[in-house]
């Protein structure tokens, strides 16, 4: 039997680099960065997450098409979890402490969609529940013992209620959404808005001195400010820090959907078949089937989450009031 310790996870392999072109200097809040190098302005800095998932699709499409395809990155912890008969009594030993976006009923619809199309070329990926589906804001630690996990969270404590309230006075919208994937997982990941109209349900009014919705005020704003308003209380220890604001949909357990080259051609195509779909059906359009943006913070406003958090589980610390 291995140590839960020991076993190599599938996202360990994965480089999880910004592809945008920003350059981060150490020390400083890795969100200032691009933000600073795009002048604020919401139209660049929606263009360099474009750039990044753009980038990054092209990348793993080359990975998954090349001739020297070797095989998916299976995630061990989770084959464990979900097949018990690999190791009896296995317990995922991986504690993290995070700040968690949590998609409104319409973007869960969507993302249940999506999961239903990629199902069909790969009928044994292990899906998200949408009950736990979640879009990483910050992490603030991850793969600790319970005892350090609960320690941070005592040092957080009094800055949590602030930092999970923090959507309903800075209100960022996310646009754009489309199938982002690498060996390991898949995702539907979005961009920060910049002046599309309106399409999700309108939310409550901010009160009195709230900063509103404007597009001017970006995830990555968002970001920025909670790393901030964290970093107070706790030193940041997130495993990467990139222009992405992904949903993970999925993730691969067995190399039997991609054996062959044609498995993994026709896996390709789907998910480009159903990125046309989203850009033509779904982007900006108003009384479809589906919406396609959401507003950080509607019906929920950010969720401090602490426990074993891989696959969407752990315990709500507090989360704060949606709109």
């Known amino acids: 039997m291995v140590p839960a310790s020991d076993l190599p996870l599938a996202d360990a392999s994965n480089k999880f680099e910004d592809l945008s072109g920003v350059e981060i200097k150490p020390g400083d809040n890795p969100y200032d960065a691009l933000i600073n190098a795009c002048h604020g302005s ?3 800095i929606q263009s360099l997450y474009a750039t990044h998932r753009t980038t ?59 999961q239903t199309r990629l199902r069909e070329a790969a009928p044994n990926l292990w899906l998200m529940p949408p009950h736990r ?3 990483t804001t910050l992490e603030i ?25 923090l959507t309903f006075a800075r209100r960022s919208r996310l646009v754009k959404p489309v199938i982002s994937y690498d060996l390991a997982a898949v995702a539907v990941s979005f961009l920060p808005a910049s002046g599309e109209e309106v399409v999700s349900p309108p939310p409550v009014p901010p009160s009195p001195g709230n900063t509103g919705s404007s597009d001017d005020y970006t995830y990555h704003h968002l970001r920025r400010d909670v790393f901030n308003m964290a970093s107070e209380t706790a030193a940041i220890g997130s495993r990467y ?11 691969y357990l067995t190399q039997k959907d991609h054996e062959t080259p044609e498995m993994r051609e026709r896996w390709i195509r789907t998910i480009e078949d159903i990125n046309k779909w989203l850009e033509h059906e779904v982007w900006e ?14 019906e929920r406003g950010l969720e401090a989450r602490c426990g074993t958090l891989w696959y969407g589980g752990g315990r709500t610390i507090m989360a704060g009031e949606g709109f």
């Open 133 to 135: 589906m979640h879009l």
């Open 42 to 44: 919401p139209a660049k």
């Open 141 to 165: 630690a991850h793969s600790r013992t319970a005892p350090e996990i609960a320690s941070l969270v005592s040092s957080m404590q009094p800055a949590i209620p602030a930092l999970t309230g």
């Open 241 to 251: 820090v990139v222009p992405s604001a992904h949903i993970t949909l999925g993730r």
């Open 285 to 298: 359009v108003k009384d479809g089937e589906f919406v396609g943006e959401w507003i950080v913070g509607q």
């Open 56 to 114: 990054r699709n092209a990348q793993q499409r080359g990975k998954f098409l090349s001739p020297d395809f070797k095989e998916l990155n299976i995630d061990p912890v989770l084959l464990r979890l979900e097949d018990p008969e690999i190791e009896p009594g296995f317990q995922d030993p991986r504690h993290c402490l995070v700040f968690w976006a949590r998609p409104p009923n319409h973007v869960v619809e969507l993302a249940c969609h999506l």
